[in-house]
Nanobody, 124 residues
Framework: QVQLVESGGGLVQSGGSLRLSCTAS????????MGWFRQAPGKEREFVASIAWKGMITSYADSVKGRFAVSRDNAKNTVYLQMNSLKREDTAVYYC?????????????????WGQGTQVTVSS
């Protein structure tokens, strides 16, 4: 079992920045792909970004490409999501997830472990 804990959410004005963190604990963490997803009230969960431990390859949704950056700190078993130039439409609960198998990192069904989420609210 892998446990994931997100932090760093909050209230920010449009154009501002936040950095989310996701700390993982459990077995063989280095073999997991880590993903970020978000879900706004009344809407479906959507892919945001991911990072694979092998080669540190990253993927981004078109809606955040160029504004967000995902990174990792192996020593701290932590994944980060740097969010810049935030827009009102970025408002959502952000979740981190871990996958132990290979597959498309944008699909929710790849991930077997999920955090509890952290709220990001972007105001005008």
């Amino acid at each position: 079992q892998v446990q994931l804990v997100e932090s760093g959410g909050g209230l920010v004005q449009s154009g501002g920045s936040l950095r989310l963190s996701c700390t993982a604990s459990g077995r063989s963490f280095s073999s997991f792909t880590m993903g970020w997803f978000r879900q706004a009230p009344g809407k479906e969960r959507e892919f945001v970004a991911s990072i694979a431990w092998k080669g540190m390859i990253t993927s981004y949704a078109d809606s955040v490409k160029g504004r967000f950056a995902v990174s990792r700190d192996n020593a701290k078993n932590t994944v980060y999501l740097q969010m810049n130039s935030l827009k009102r439409e970025d408002t959502a609960v952000y979740y981190c997830a871990a996958a132990s198998i290979e597959g498309s990192p944008s699909r929710t069904d790849l991930y077997g472990f999920w955090g509890q989420g952290t709220q990001v609210t972007v105001s005008s």
